[in-house]
């Protein structure tokens, strides 16, 4: 994969090197054409000089030059002679002294090859009646170069000098490309081993240098933190999830056996006392293995959210006065103390009222269940929450709050963070009433309403728990 990249990035270069090539030949070639159509080309020493012949008329000793070719001349700051089939001058104008009046074969090549007068060029051309004639241009900045050249020998040489061109272009272009190919593809490399490493579920941080894919480095190690995070508590679902199944199946298994046992003596009983004994046993288990399927299926659909909520418009200072009475009337807890405060005579919110009284039933029930008889609850239901004791922004959206404080055991705090989990039971108490899911199910049912439950405890202080709804 790594070659495979570097030679795609190789290829590109010399794709880009052949491009640019013959792009510049032919912006050359164009530039050559537009600057050749240019007026200040056309009107050149030599178009000047063999335009001239237009100007100039008669023959030997009638030669006579127009006055426009006189104004072109002095325009041009330059000077015309013409000579005979002898080289004899027949006709001047602005002629420099320093050239002569008759001019031999050799002398004509000489003085059209070298300069006679530093600053001035001459040009040679013929006139209509087949006269020859000198046009000196008085102009320093002016050169002239006389070369002969074979056209095929030119293209060959030119297609040779194309070629090496091509051939260096090409071989730089591959020096230069293996050695940024290098440079780029390395992190390229790093980070396709990286990828192969996440795919193992080998979340490693990769080291990060200051390059052009720093920012890519910064994303693949925040998608290994994130993937290792998600990993981790995916093994903790399925530790709990064991866990879950493990518990319920010795949950099960106890009335089970139960049932089972007394099943089996139903037989041999002898007297009817004894036959209303093990069927009230067997009657209890049966109602704790309906109670507790019961609960598992209930905390499942609220845990995935599959559990319609028959939502209505709530007072919660009545309704939760209601939740009081019914736990005082009950039997195991009518010597119980149990205070209930409220702060407003309306509070209103949304809720489902059979779901939201099973949870906070749960709540003031082990708050007695799980501490001695001398113990003291209260309920008190606010608007707001005691923002001294929950500083949070996120709670901001709450509109009521139902505290149930006791002054209990308190819970230690290596066990708070377990307290809302399934099957779970503290060290504070030896109580096993109940499936063990009750607690779980509370804080699910108020979670599904849009609201937190919040737990602070002290130990030897007591718990207090916080209903928060929106």
């Known amino acids: 994969m790594r070659w495979k990249i570097a030679s795609r990035f190789l290829l590109s270069t010399i794709i880009i090197v052949i491009i640019v090539l013959v792009v510049n030949t032919i912006i050359g070639i164009s530039l050559i054409w537009y600057q050749a159509t240019q007026e200040q080309f056309k009107n050149t020493p030599e178009q000047f000089t063999r335009q001239l012949a237009n100007e100039i008329s008669g023959s030997n000793e009638t030669i006579s030059l127009s006055p426009a070719g006189k104004k072109r001349l002095d325009e041009r700051n330059a000077w015309l002679q013409v000579l005979d089939d002898n080289g004899n001058e027949i006709y001047r104008y602005r002629v420099a002294k320093e050239f002569p009046k008759h001019y031999s074969p050799n002398a004509l090549i000489n003085n059209y090859k070298n300069r006679i007068v530093a600053d001035t060029t001459l040009y040679i051309s013929e006139t209509k009646k087949g006269q020859s004639y000198f ?10 170069s006389v070369f002969t050249f074979d056209i095929q020998t030119a293209a060959l040489i030119i297609g040779r000098y194309l070629l090496m061109f091509l051939f260096v272009d090409i071989l730089i272009a591959l020096l230069i490309g293996v050695f940024f190919g290098q440079k780029l593809t390395k992190p390229l490399h790093q980070l396709i081993e990286g990828i192969s490493t996440l795919r193992k579920r080998n979340f490693t941080q990769m080291p990060v240098k200051s ?10 190690n925040e998608l290994s933190n994130t993937l290792d995070m998600y990993e981790k508590a995916q093994q903790q679902h399925e530790k709990m999830r064991d866990e879950w199944i493990s518990n319920i199946s010795h949950d099960l298994k106890t009335p089970l056996a139960s049932i089972q046992g007394y099943a089996e003596l139903l037989e041999y009983a002898n007297t009817p006392e004894e036959v209303a004994e093990y069927s009230q046993i067997i009657t209890q288990k049966s109602h704790y293995m309906k109670e507790l399927l019961d609960d598992l299926n209930l905390t499942m659909k609220l845990r995935n959210n599959a559990l319609p909520l028959q939502l209505k418009e709530t007072n919660l200072v009545p309704f939760s006065r209601e939740i009081v009475i019914d736990v005082l009337n009950d039997e195991a807890f009518v010597a119980r103390s149990l205070d209930y405060q409220v702060a407003d005579d309306v509070i209103m919110t949304t809720i489902d009222q059979k779901l939201m009284k099973r949870a906070l039933l749960n709540f003031i029930d082990n708050a007695f269940i799980h501490n001695d008889k001398a113990v003291n609850v209260t309920v008190s239901v606010s608007k707001s929450y005691p923002q001294e004791i929950l ?8 509109r009521a709050c139902i505290m149930i404080q006791d002054t209990g055991k308190g819970i230690p705090e290596d066990e708070l963070n377990n307290i809302f989990e399934r099957y779970y039971r503290g060290t504070n108490t030896t109580n096993t009433r109940g499936t063990g899911l009750g607690t779980a199910i509370a804080r699910d049912i108020v979670e599904a ?22």
């Open 449 to 470: 309403h849009g609201g937190r439950v919040v737990l602070r405890s002290e130990r030897g202080k007591g718990t207090t728990i916080f209903v928060l709804l929106p």
């Open 135 to 144: 046009v000196g241009i008085k102009n320093s900045n002016v050169q002239r």
């Open 211 to 220: 390059s052009v894919y720093k920012e890519v480095f910064d994303n693949m």
């Open 391 to 398: 500083d949070d922004e996120k709670l901001s959206t709450m």
